[in-house]
């Protein structure tokens, strides 16, 4: 039977990390394997910090998603919320608490995938801390930073939105939930859909994007959506005590080839609704005040940014359909106590 | 049904916390309620940052531990990380998997129980995240500082043991074993019992210590005894590539009184295979070079240190015996893979 140790020596080799006493990248004083990391702090900068849980049979299923990508998932998501202040990420840590017999090629593969996220995304593996557990729960502490100019360090948060902003969304939504669809018929080995499954499996983070309307004060109010348009932006609203307007046919939705659809046959849902309330897109959503509006001509993937809408002295969120009628939406994306 | 914006906002009245817009706190810029904390960075100074997990039915068991207890330990075992490097707590996060029959009574006693030693240790919640899930998973990230004089910070790694250093500990061990068999036999309410309980349930930790051996240089190595004596000397022991012998006779062992002997039968435990192998203490185990032994006696709680061996340049950790029999001695401490 693996002890600890063994385990955390195994998933540490897997991950870009910082061992005790190679300590070489800027910033770290102390790495893995003593009782805490060492992290140097650096004139003009804030430090960005966010964790983020992920379940087994709430946010993933061990029968049906790989096991590398629960690893790449696991961490993308929690980063997601740094692309979403416009941090840049440097660190992290690993709370794993998983079943006996997942300590080995499950643990391997999980490993191999977090992994390839950290190499993506620029994180370092700093500490953490494993145990064993009936199920497999997993927690991602991400640590990264802002630069300050004079005293404020340009990060965006969810407040900041106000009335005549124009709303931004970074890509098309709906994707993730077209691709865990796929995964609960039992198709996330098929090759030929896995450009259909990459969004839902190994989700794109906007942590480019992110810094750069952050640094250049672009975007006035800033989320990420993680849970759903519905929910992501009656919570932007609800932080900047503002409302909102969207335009349901500006909204970019997820074009579902006419096999796959076939594929889904009744678990086929309507795009548009999709996009509203489908969760793990990552897509970054944004305000913008009309005026900084032609600065974002040079945004990073500028052709995939979208304006949906703007915001509105009146709280509560809007969504204007094609035929000009009004109707108030309803958060109703993704809340793991709501559906229990 | 709760809802995870409901259960957040009940968890954040109930625990010191920063919410948004209302970072008082000195170094916090922004508080729960966005997508991520932002911390100060201050010059001459480290973050310490450690993550630990407490899951059901492995470090608690949910119709034996009263929940106030499970919020108490989960949050103090985490910051023992910080002790046994001499850093002093600043802000944490709580990352909470819970099932649905949880969200009530449970997670109110819980964010009590936890609000209490928040309070006790300085810690500030800035952020966390909440979900279901089958089982109870707590995961607790601790973020702390330590002076930095000149270059360097002030904390003690594990790896500074050299031979010939006197190897200390800071308080009886094994109450904690105590503890949890009086928990196993059901007697976590008793009120008589509460002194011998509280070990288990709500253990001190010893920050001041730490921070004082730190800040003085006069630790050379330091460890936080949450796993065994056994072990968490073998740890150091590994990591400075040293040995050590250590007494049997000097080794401060808990005393259990007769009726209390007999309340626990056949569970009660040889006294120093408890203090060897028992886990859950939180006493600092530290090395102190000799010639540096003398200043120690102006240590906060320098009554309850015990010099309990040596360092030696022969790795491996030898027991004497009260009659002088050298015994090899194994790490029996507690590791939840080995047990499962």
């Known amino acids: 039977m693996a ?9 540490a080799r ?15 004083a102390l790495g893995i394997g003593d009782d805490a990391a060492v992290i140097r702090s650096a ?42 202040m416009g941090a840049r990420p440097d660190f992290f840590l690993l709370s794993l608490a998983l079943p006996s017999d997942c300590t080995r090629t499950w643990l391997n593969l999980f490993a191999k995938g977090m ?7 620029g994180l370092v593996l700093v500490g953490g801390d494993t145990t064993r557990s009936a199920s497999i729960s997993i927690s991602v502490t991400v640590i990264g ?24 969304v970074s890509g098309p939504l709906g994707r993730a939930q077209l691709g865990l669809e796929l995964v609960l018929q039992d198709y996330a ?24 309307l952050a640094s250049r004060g672009i975007a006035s109010a800033m989320i990420d959506i993680s849970d759903g348009l519905s929910t992501d932006l009656a919570r932007l609203c609800s932080a900047s ?19 796959v659809a076939g594929l889904l ?33 040079g945004a990073p993937d500028f052709q995939n940014l979208k304006c949906v809408g703007e915001i509105e002295p009146t709280m509560g969120v809007r969504l204007i359909e094609p035929d000009g009628q009004v109707r108030h939406l309803l958060a109703k994306g993704w809340d793991s106590f709501r559906r229990a």
């Open 3 to 11: 002890d600890e140790r063994e385990l955390i020596e195994r998933v």
């Open 14 to 28: 897997a991950i870009p990390s910082i061992q005790r006493g190679k300590e070489q990248k800027q910033g770290i």
């Open 43 to 84: 004139r003009k900068r804030d430090w960005v910090v966010t964790v983020d849980a992920f379940v087994e049979d709430v946010h993933f299923l061990r029968d049906k998603h790989p096991a590398d990508a629960v690893g790449y998932k696991a961490l993308a998501r929690a980063t997601s919320d740094l692309a979403a």
């Open 115 to 121: 992994g390839r996220a950290a190499r993506k995304l």
């Open 145 to 168: 930073h802002a630069q300050r100019f004079g005293t404020k360090a340009p990060v965006v948060s969810r407040s900041g939105a106000r009335a005549g902003a124009l709303l931004y």
């Open 189 to 212: 080995n098929n090759r030929k859909l896995q450009k259909l499954l990459a969004p839902h499996l190994y989700p794109a983070i906007r942590l480019q994007l992110g810094e750069w």
């Open 241 to 259: 005590r503002v409302g909102a307007r969207i335009y349901a046919e500006r909204i970019p939705v997820v074009q579902i080839p006419s096999p």
């Open 265 to 297: 046959g009744r678990r086929a849902a309507d795009p548009l609704s999709m996009a509203l309330h489908g969760g793990d897109d990552y897509e970054l959503l944004f305000a913008v005040p009309k005026k900084l509006e032609r600065k974002l001509a």
